[in-house]
């Protein structure tokens, strides 16, 4: 039930295409993981999609009006679940909230991995996302002027959290990305 309520919410104030893409690819990553670690895809799916959908409303990262801090209180005063909004908030590292739950580290975990992931799709021959190797997306890593803006250790230090090897996460997030449909 959260998950179409996620993404009626998500239409509602997302229009940019490339953010609507991101969220539905973290929404992907999340139902996947769901199914993996035996939790509530429901729930799982819908803060994915959710986590970012006061980004374009928001021009700072302000606690007052800024992303998530806004997005936030919209989904408490909609009465989303706690974990759900609590995994929204630590998802931004500067907001200085602990992850405590499998839910808000596999959140953080998946966002920037899925960016870099359809990053590395755009630059591979074949430009599908399922002809990506753990190789190629490793490679990119190495190359600091390949999506600059992703920080490599913030990658890393997500899947440590998540208690995941590298490799397998980024496994994990190919094969979520090519397979998982958002009902
Ligand atoms: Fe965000
Ligand atoms: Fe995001």
């Known amino acids: 039930m959260w998950l179409p309520r996620a993404k009626t ?3 509602e104030y997302v ?30 799916g819908a ?12 021009q700072s990262c302000d606690p007052l009006d800024g992303h998530p801090y806004k997005g936030v209180r919209i989904l408490s005063q909609l009465n989303f679940p706690a974990e759900l909004v609590d995994a929204v908030l630590g ?4 907001t200085g909230k602990s992850r405590d ?12 991995m899925s960016g870099f ?4 799709s755009r630059v591979h021959p074949s430009k599908q996302i399922d002809q990506l190797t753990v190789e190629f997306v490793l490679k990119r890593m190495k190359e600091n ?6 920080d490599r250790n913030l990658l890393r230090k997500s899947s440590e959290e998540l208690g995941l090897d590298f490799e397998t996460h980024i496994s994990n997030c190919i094969t979520a990305l090519s397979s998982i449909t958002i009902p």
């Open 101 to 112: 739950t499998l839910l808000a580290k596999c959140l953080f975990a998946c966002d920037e």
């Open 91 to 94: 998802h931004a590292e500067y």
């Open 117 to 120: 992931i359809f990053s590395c």
């Open 145 to 150: 002027s390949f999506s600059k803006a992703v």
């Open 47 to 58: 803060t994915g999609l959710i986590h970012d959908f006061d980004y374009q409303i928001t």
């Open 9 to 11: 919410l998500l239409h």
């Open 15 to 44: 229009t940019d295409e490339k953010l609507l893409r991101h969220s539905y690819d973290v929404g992907k990553c999340m139902i996947f993981y769901a199914r993996k670690f035996n939790q509530d895809e429901d729930l799982w």
